[in-house]
């Protein structure tokens, strides 16, 4: 149990990050009730398009399909067949409608069952149980969400973050590839979590990123399913132009760093944002994506913010704290009340998760 007197509270216990029976736990009681990034909204626009994906390959491993009816509305439905479990669409591309190449059962864009040879005998049929299972699906930045069981509705678990950066011109967000690539990082995903949630390692993991930043006014914030870190920058350092009324008006802010339980960091800077989606591929094992989004008419210069020299040194650590981890002399820390409050909130977040 984690302590909610985070003064009083200890780090999760070692053997969360190292025991195999947890971290297979972890696929149904944190994995399948998150809220998972797809792909860009403008990427899946074309009516008549369906595009077959994987679910958190390795750890959820669902079959699953976004598909476009001829309306353009856009749905998240299971991409198996409710006959004898065949995957329906093979690749993605124009279709009109799904069919299954087994038996030839369709089903309309919308996921409704539409029709099926040799079966005007079977009684009670078709019923509810002959569509195909729809999934939520939300598009918020110009990016796609969806989750198989939502621990919480998506639109209230991001409210904070709309809130915080609402000023910026978000729906102007334009995709930017040079700013976008894989990480593979040898270890436990929550790992990469921990160290992502606290600017206490800064001024002795990152010496770049700690002469633009104001280490002692750093600041944390937590709501129900996210929280926030707050950088903030030194005098000769680029900042936010906050309008009057905000929270932090008055504040030089280098940069939002916003997480979503359990896997989604929006960092939000002066020129756009850096999406950092962290997928465990193995208990030592995690890659992280890495997407740039960058403002209209904004500078965006990724070796001028020290993304990249900041991840390399990010990863080094962690990687250095999954050997340390495996150690049999270590149980578990504590929190710093100043400095770990975030990280403090994500091992509560996960606590109550596995317990259910």
């Known amino acids: 149990m984690i302590e909610s007197d985070i003064r009083k509270a ?3 216990e070692g053997r969360f990050y190292r025991d195999p029976a947890l971290f297979e736990a972890a696929a149904d ?9 797809v792909e860009d909204a403008a990427d899946l626009s ?5 595009h077959p994906f994987t679910l958190l390959p390795g750890v959820l491993d669902e079959p699953l399909l976004i598909a476009n009816d001829a309306e353009g509305r856009r749905r998240c439905l299971s991409n198996v067949c409710t006959h004898r479990g065949k995957i329906i669409v093979e690749a993605p591309g124009l279709v009109r409608q799904l069919s299954c190449g087994y038996h030839g059962r369709c089903f309309r864009l919308d996921g409704t069952f539409k029709s099926m040879p040799a079966f005007e005998e079977a009684a009670d049929f078709p019923s509810e149980a002959d569509h195909l299972p729809a999934l939520p699906l939300e598009e918020w930045l110009g990016l796609l969400f969806t989750s198989l069981e939502p621990y919480a509705d998506f639109r209230e678990a991001v409210a904070p973050i709309q809130e915080r950066v609402g000023f910026l011109p ?4 334009q995709f930017m590839e040079e700013g976008s690539q894989d990480h593979l990082v040898k270890a436990h995903w929550a790992l990469y979590c921990d160290n992502y949630l ?4 800064v001024p002795f993991v990152h010496p770049a990123l700690n002469t ?5 006014a750093y600041d944390y914030e937590t709501f129900d399913w996210c929280n926030l870190q707050i950088g903030i920058a030194k005098p000769e350092e680029p900042a936010f132009d906050l309008p009057e009324g905000h929270p932090d008006y008055g504040r030089r802010v280098y940069a939002y760093y916003f997480f979503l339980f359990p896997n989604l960091m929006f960092n939000f800077y002066p020129w756009g944002l850096s999406l950092n ?3 465990p591929l193995s208990i030592r094992e995690t890659r992280v994506r890495f997407r740039s989004y960058a403002f209209p008419g904004t500078a965006f210069n990724r070796a001028a913010n020290n993304i990249d020299q900041t991840e390399l040194e990010d990863e080094a650590v962690v990687e250095s704290v999954q050997k340390g981890i495996q150690s049999r002399l270590y149980k578990r820390g504590r929190f710093s009340p100043k400095m770990e409050r975030c990280v403090h909130h994500f091992h509560q ?8």
């Open 10 to 12: 200890h780090t999760l």
């Open 29 to 37: 009681r944190i994995w399948a009730k998150a809220w998972h990034y």
């Open 46 to 50: 074309v009516a008549g398009y369906a």
């Open 170 to 173: 978000l729906d102007e967000l």
């Open 198 to 201: 606290e600017g206490f390692h």
């Open 212 to 216: 633009a930043l104001d280490f002692g």
């Open 277 to 279: 989606v962290v997928e």
């Open 349 to 356: 977040l996960i606590d109550q998760a596995m317990k259910v």
